[in-house]
């Protein structure tokens, strides 16, 4: 059973940064993409980013120039930094697994960021 567990987020004055984790157990096709999203109240979830297995990343365009994804495969573990953060980046950031042979996706618990203003 794939398991995704998120750590990271907190409360943080607008301009500052945070850093998401998000660790992975269980086993999964070597072939996958790693993303985050996030959902902010009353709207829907929506990407954030994502990067693949074989180091492709993409980006929402909300956040392209202030956050960064990584991985580090051999610790099973996905990164975003996140900088110059704005009061519309509040919201529970979810991490996402997402296997490139079944197509099976998995989800974490959420973490909330909230930035205040």
């Known amino acids: 059973q794939v398991r995704l567990v998120e750590s990271g987020g907190g409360l943080v004055q607008a301009g500052g940064s945070l850093r998401l984790s998000c660790v992975r157990s269980g086993s999964i096709f070597s072939r996958n993409t790693m993303g985050w999203y996030r959902q902010a109240p009353g709207k829907q979830r929506e990407l954030v980013a994502t990067?693949?297995?074989?180091?492709?990343?993409n980006y929402a365009d909300s956040v392209k120039g202030r956050f960064t994804i990584s991985r580090d495969n051999a610790k099973n573990t996905v990164y975003l930094q996140m900088n110059s953060l704005k009061p519309e980046d509040t919201a529970v950031y979810y991490c996402?697994?997402?296997?490139?042979?079944?197509?099976?996706?998995?989800w974490g618990q959420g973490t909330q960021v909230t930035v205040s203003s």
């Open positions: 996402q697994i997402s296997d490139s042979y079944t197509y099976q996706t998995y």
């Open positions: 990067a693949t297995s074989g180091g492709s990343t």
